[in-house]
């Protein structure tokens, strides 16, 4: 796995393969030419480069699929930033990248130059904004004007390879209640910084001001991403719950926190591993769902995949076929990883989920459940909200919320869902954050 975000398979599989003449060794502007077409979906310019293997990928629609997810999830080229930079050679292989301006995301496209010239992968990341040193733990930085009802501590989670984080802690009476916020998939910051939006830092300010403690910490791929791909084994433990269960022990020892009162909230991924750190650990007072999937991650991969084909506009229905082909092959091999060619780390990762069943681990839960979603949530669809609801009915502890208005970052938004609207800046709504407190107050008020 690339530890990027799960919504795109592209994302999951970058071994896409390109072929060209041995001109491209000597010649940038091939380069250039390459990457203009991918990222403009023109598939004749990349068949007639192409390799066998990779003329294949055009034929079955794999190709157009990793397109189609790129340009969803980051909008059109605007521009080619710069020259093509050598990076690496390694077994005769030699990537170069290429920066990219997209519209709501700048890229890094790699490109991999076998010893005949030949084109033999491609791939995009993300270009990360670098973060500032972390203070010392436990240097406080007080908020003013509108901020000025909370206090922000940095801190560090866990005694090796620590992670940085943020404790939000209200200027109420301690000690506090405390909720520990748990990142969806890809390498998120502290914040879950998503384009334009930071919902983690919104509902951490928004809790604060209503007498709730918070924790939010960079996640272990975004802080130490090279460790994560030179592992020769990853399971989601290794990317989530260990970090949670480091995060529970921290705030236990924290004098203004409640070691009773320590909520885990989830968002997506992270709401649907709490079954399972809940099986680890018995501290937390409950746990809060927020657009958890009910179903199978690579059920939930083909659910986006479909949404976002049946969207799209510009391609034509031929490609949108052999697109959807592709995705469906590509979701089996992730619910079905064993014997597959899956590089390693990959391989143990969808091992792990392949047999993880989080509705039937929430039934053994018995402290509070809260789930909230989004009915503008195409990421996780709402029908998901209703199968935790069928799955938990009659369970007197648990809560469910639907929101609208609201999509899968639980921002609002109008008009038809889709990624386009994350590079448009806004704000957790404060129902969100009141819904979370009742919650969390009937509960206290219970026992």
């Known amino acids: 796995m ?36 991918f990222l403009n979906g023109n598939l004749d310019t990349l068949f007639f480069h192409s390799s066998p293997e990779m003329k294949q990928t055009i034929k079955n629609g794999t190709l157009a699929l990793s397109i189609l997810q790129i340009s969803t999830m980051f909008g059109k080229l605007c521009s080619l930033e710069g020259k093509p930079e050598k990076v690496t050679t390694v077994n005769g292989i030699t990537i170069f990248v290429q920066a990219a301006k997209l519209e709501r995301q700048n890229l890094n496209c790699f490109l991999s130059i076998d010893p005949n010239g030949k084109l033999c992968g491609f791939y995009v990341r993300p270009q990360q904004k670098k973060t500032e040193w972390i203070p010392p733990a436990g240097k406080q930085k007080i908020k003013t004007g509108a901020e000025s009802s909370f206090v922000e501590r940095e801190v560090k989670i866990g005694k090796s390879s620590s992670l940085p984080g943020t404790l939000t802690l209200p200027r109420g009476k301690a000690p506090y209640p405390a909720v520990i916020l748990i990142h969806g998939s890809g390498p998120n910051d502290r914040d879950e910084t998503i384009q334009a939006n930071k919902p983690f830092r919104d509902l951490a300010g928004l809790l604060a001001e209503r007498n709730i403690a918070v924790l939010r910490y960079d996640k272990r791929t975004f802080v130490y991403p090279k460790e994560f791909r030179n592992r020769s084994s990853v399971t989601i433990d290794d990317e989530i719950v260990n970090d949670v269960l480091e995060a529970v022990d921290f705030l236990r020892n924290i004098p203004e926190i409640d070691p009773n009162a320590i909520w885990l909230l989830g968002h997506s991924l992270g709401g649907m591993m709490l079954p399972r750190i809940a099986s680890k650990t018995a501290v937390p007072a409950g746990y809060l769902f927020v657009a958890a999937p009910a179903t199978s991650l690579p059920d939930v991969i083909e659910e986006q995949g479909i949404y976002l084909l049946n969207q799209n506009s510009s391609l034509p229905e031929i490609e949108k076929k052999r697109a959807l082909d592709a995705l469906r092959k590509q979701t089996e091999i992730l619910k079905n990883p064993a014997g597959t060619s899956l590089p390693g780390p990959m391989s143990a990762y969808w091992k792990d989920l392949s047999t993880y069943k989080q509705i039937t681990m929430a039934r053994k839960i018995k402290c509070p459940m809260l789930f909230l979603q989004g009915k503008r949530d195409f990421q996780v669809r709402p029908h998901h909200l209703e199968l935790w609801k069928e799955a938990l009915h009659g369970l007197p502890h648990c809560r469910f919320i639907l929101y609208d208005d609201l999509n899968h970052l639980m921002l609002p938004g109008k008009g038809t869902p889709g990624m386009a609207e994350y590079a448009i800046p806004s704000k957790v709504p404060a129902k969100v954050a009141d819904d979370i407190v009742a919650f969390l107050r009937q509960r206290e008020d219970a026992n």
């Not at 919504?7 to 502007?29: H, M, R, V, W, Y």
């Open 2 to 37: 690339m530890f990027r975000r799960q919504i795109f398979i592209l994302l999951l599989f970058s071994f896409l393969i390109f072929a060209q003449g041995t001109e491209l060794k000597t010649d940038p502007e091939r380069f250039q030419t390459l990457c203009t077409a």
